[in-house]
């Protein structure tokens, strides 16, 4: 079965998934929508390097919501303007066309996703027996259904730490990396991921995802930040990180039950590759990784590690979704509900 699709995004990520659209057997790209006008206007290949696909983007989601797409993949950013993500899926379900998005982290785990985002989302699901999910970060594959599957060998289950560990150097997105992480800011200082609600905005999702799996109830949520530093300049994708600034975050989001922690995200997101030994490091020797941890009986970790290709494992969720998504029921759905999925697109004689 072929699936037509429309696509949004053309940044780091949204660029992947849209170059492998392109290229799979199953995705008939159909429209494809983007945010900047410059891009307006030109053909969809070539703004990804590729050759005229004869798809022409455009800024106007009027011109695509009527074109019988069978699933949306929606790669628009949402920091900022998660309500407007949230709300441009809204005429696509009432049209009776699935939604896979990337964006979006209030909806990450639907029994705990604010009124104002679930119930416009249900209500246009109902109208169009349409499905949407969301796949979440870190890629979200690997802290929820990565995380989900580990725990068929678990025993005793005391916590789940699901972490992302290792080099942020090549990162350009200067304002997040900097007022949200706190990197090149001095000792002490407290980002927007602490003060302004982002940890819990991004994150929270998660763990109460990984709570319902476990079958406990969060009573309480605690953050942990800190910060170590180089006593050399580091240059990075979003420029200086001067000496003696943050160049190495450390943060633990916990999610408490019992008075203790039952489920948490855990990151140590370095710019430079000499600093952060004091914390956990990635197993494989490559530059990033995502690492479950169980604690009980046994204890044991799963790690999915790589040099290159993040952004691709990022993206590739979400089209792996898209058969799963098509079949499943209609309504806002998550992790549990949603059958399994896997790439397909195997190399063939």
Known sequence: MTYRVVHCGTGNIGAVALRAIIGHPEFDLVGHYVSAPEKAGRDSGELVGRDPIGV???????????????????????????????????????????????????????ATTPPEFREPLEAACRQGDSSCYFTGIDPGWATTDLAIASLAVANRIDCVRVMELGWWGDYTAEFVCREYFGFGKPPGFQPLLVTGGFIETMWAPTLYQLAEVLGVEVEETRVLYETDCLDHDVQTGFGTVAAGTASVVHFEYQALSGGRPVAVVEHVDCVARDVGSQWKQPYAPSDLAFRVEVEGDPSFAVELSFGTGGDTLSAMPVLNAIPAVCQARPGLLGPLDVPRYWSRNAVRA
């Open 56 to 110: 022409t983007a455009t800024n106007d989601w009027s011109d695509l919501v009527d074109l019988g797409a069978d699933c949306p993949t929606y790669f628009g950013n949402s920091i900022g303007r998660q309500a407007d993500a949230i709300a441009d899926l809204v005429p696509f379900l009432e049209r009776g066309a699935n939604v896979v998005t990337f964006s979006g982290f209030a909806i990450a785990h639907p």
